[in-house]
């Protein structure tokens, strides 16, 4: 039985959340923004401001004007020096910043490249860029490494410990991709899942494993595996031809022939009907938001843990999982629910 998510607190806003960050320590961080009256700026980058929340209160720790603002890409964390690192668009071009994690106070600012997605850790920054994923050291502020091939763009990437894994497409055939690169030095390690999908719509990884939001299983699985792929796809009732929504685990060492740790389909609709979906994984667990439906399973083995309805999490401009804590953003509002599965 679906239960509602308990609230821990919501606070209402006098700005625009556009970007969250959330561990399992520490303040909830919310970027933020004032749009211009009548929408007209005269820079491609709105001025942003940076918010420092109470994880169990809501309340205001701190209030402060951010170097990176509202525009292309957004990335945000905790340093390991009681520090907090925002990454984005500034009117002098994209930058990584430092802030005191106990007053918002500026520590250091540093020109990076502009990137579409960025992914922050206590030692680094990814950034995602169409031709090329560029690491930056969190403290030196400095690139640590880029890696890039030809014949290849990328789109989408996450990291677990040691490894960092990119959705790529293979720019000669379309199809997309996995690839396993080394978090320290940037250099490729594997093809974890050959370029043979039309899309991956999303990644997530924890130490348990690696899942893949997708479609078109019967290109990503084994030869060995089909048989029961085309069975479960068989005792559906709507009709399936084919699955247009699907999950994919795989190991964190897999490579592109090895058979997944388990696979579900989602759904057979027509792509265009298919509601908004995505993924997220923490402390063993993967979480699956559909609309406002949360469910979460165990990453190992798919097996469902429970589901809850979330309040505003369909519409959400952004949400994250921490130790059972759910951190849900809208345009205005943001709250904080506990998911104890």
């Known amino acids: 039985m679906t239960r509602t998510a308990r609230r821990r607190f919501t606070r209402e806003l006098p700005s625009v959340v556009d970007g969250v960050a ?19 700026w ?10 420092a929340l109470d994880r169990h209160t809501g ?9 990176v603002g509202y525009g292309r890409g957004f990335g945000a964390g905790f340093g390991t020096e009681n520090d907090v690192i925002v990454l984005g668009p500034s009117a002098q071009g994209h930058r990584i910043v430092r802030m005191a994690l106990s007053s918002g106070e500026l520590i250091g600012v540093g020109e990076i490249e502009a990137f579409d997605e960025a992914h922050v850790s206590g ?7 169409p031709r090329r994923i560029l690491a930056y050291s969190s403290v030196k502020m400095d690139e640590a490494w880029e890696y890039s091939r030809p014949g290849e763009r990328y789109h989408h990437a996450a990291r677990s410990g040691p490894h960092v894994f990119v959705i790529y497409t293979h720019t000669n055939s379309k199809k ?20 043979k999908q039309p899309t991956i719509h999303g990644i997530a990884v ?22 029961q792929f085309l069975v479960d796809l068989s005792r559906r009732d709507d009709d399936a031809v084919g699955d247009s929504l699907s999950l994919l ?15 579900e389909i989602l759904s057979t609709a027509p792509t265009d009907e298919i509601p908004e979906v995505g993924i997220a994984a923490d402390s063993g667990k993967l979480y699956l938001v559909k609309g406002a439906l949360l469910e979460v399973r165990d990453t190992l083995t798919g097996r469902m843990l429970g589901d809850w309805a979330v309040p505003g999490l369909d519409e959400s401009v952004g949400w994250q999982v921490s130790q059972g804590a759910g951190l849900v953003a809208e345009e205005s509002r943001v709250s904080v629910y506990e998911l104890p599965a």
């Open 42 to 51: 005269v820079d491609d980058v709105i001025p942003g401001k940076l918010a």
């Open 59 to 67: 309340e205001t720790l701190w209030l402060s004007p951010c170097e």
């Open 206 to 227: 924890n130490n348990d494993g690696i899942v893949l939001l997708t479609r078109d299983l019967a290109t990503a699985l084994p030869r060995e595996v089909l048989p």
């Open 22 to 40: 959330f561990t399992d320590s520490g303040p909830v961080l919310l970027h933020v923004y004032d749009p211009p009256a009548g929408g007209m």
């Open 249 to 263: 685990a795989l190991a964190l060492d897999a490579t592109d022939e090895d058979a997944p740790l388990w696979y």
């Open 123 to 129: 030692d680094l920054c990814i950034c995602v860029t």
């Open 176 to 195: 997309q991709g996995v690839l396993r690169l080394d978090a320290k030095s940037g250099e490729f390690e594997e093809v974890v899942l050959g370029a």
